[in-house]
């Protein structure tokens, strides 16, 4: 125990942890720049501009959305098994795939553990970060570096607490458990209130399922993009296929993501936005879903939907220009 101790109160035992938490942020955010490089080229500005232009000219000849009557969301998982997923499975040109476990009344056990351990270990290591600003040990008191202990617990306690969400989210995959997690959603940005909206997100999560089994890059701006450019394909053909407009709502969101993309592009290369083609879009703070959206729909307009196929084999040529980059950032 006292062992124990002296390694958790070791300035190198914290300076490691600084610089895995640092070597994580800065891996993470060389990832979304090899992105963000991708996208924010001038000459994406047009391009980017047909994409919003098709989008709304397609989602203003759809009729409203339906209310939301909240059945039951296994009348979602049943649209998927029966309606879904042979063809999400032909647009990827993959065999037949079980379904993995989807929870809709109950959570995911395996992402409530998380939730809790990632809350118990920033709670231990806000506490410990306290206690060292406080009461430094005599090491750390000789060596003046109690300070390096006390940013390394913050560091942690703040990583911890960040991870949260992503484990209790509605929506979600986990990546531990291969589950899918599903359940209605009332926020502002996209209702999800009828089983066909839920069967879209649900698609949106068994894709994340289906990039884990096949060994899709590390890179959750890539995952999401990905995600969502498989699930409006598949949305759009379920729409034709029923003319049932729900199958389509969460599109309206990704507008959302295309305007900001545009905005901020609009910005970097000083030029005025078209103001008529994004009225009454209302932009978002951009970050990997919007990002990567953006990426594959202009990747997808240029060389059309077989992108989907090639990056969950492996292929990022299209994306990245050359297979290399892509294979560089795992
Ligand atoms: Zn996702």
Redesign the pocket.
């Known amino acids: 125990m006292g062992k124990i101790k002296k390694i958790l109160n070791s300035k190198w035992t914290f300076a490691a942890a600084g610089v895995l938490c640092l070597g994580m942020a800065v891996s993470r955010f060389l990832k979304y720049e090899l992105c963000e490089d991708a996208v924010y080229q001038p000459q994406n500005i047009s391009s980017i501009e047909q994409v919003i232009k098709e989008q709304r000219d397609f989602l203003e000849k759809v009729p409203p959305f339906k209310a939301g009557s909240f059945q039951s969301e296994q009348k979602a998982v049943e649209i998927f098994k029966t309606q879904i997923k042979s063809k999400l499975e032909n647009f990827l040109e993959i065999p037949e795939t079980k379904t993995p476990p989807i929870h809709s009344d109950f959570p995911d056990p395996m992402n409530l553990f998380f939730a809790c351990a990632y809350g118990a270990m920033g709670l231990l290591m806000a506490y410990e970060a306290l206690k060292k600003l406080k009461k430094p040990s005599q090491e750390m008191k000789r060596t003046g570096m109690h300070i390096i202990p006390f940013f390394g617990c913050s560091l942690l306690s703040v990583y911890f607490f960040l991870n949260i969400p992503g484990f209790i989210s509605d ?3 986990n990546g531990i458990s291969k589950a899918v997690s599903i359940s209605y959603d009332n926020n502002e940005f996209f209702k999800i209130d009828t089983p066909e909206k839920l069967s879209m997100a649900l698609t ?2 068994i ?2 399922y289906l990039q884990d089994k096949y060994h899709f890059k590390n890179n959750s701006t890539l ?2 993009g990905h ?2 450019g498989v699930a409006r394909n598949l949305g759009r053909m379920l729409y034709k296929e029923t003319g049932n407009p729900d199958f389509l709502a969460v599109q309206k969101a990704e507008q959302r993501y295309f305007v900001s993309v545009y905005l901020e592009m609009c910005k970097k290369f000083g030029v005025k936005p078209n103001k008529d083609l994004i009225k009454g879009i209302e932009p978002v703070n951009i970050g990997g ?1 919007s990002l990567g959206a953006a990426l594959f729909a202009l990747k997808e307009a240029q060389f059309g939907d077989k992108i989907y196929r090639d990056v969950l084999r492996g292929d990022y040529s299209e994306l990245f220009g050359s297979s290399e980059n892509g294979n560089n950032q795992k």
């Open positions: 929506n979600s995959y949106h999560e894709t994340h995952s999401e995600a969502i879903h």
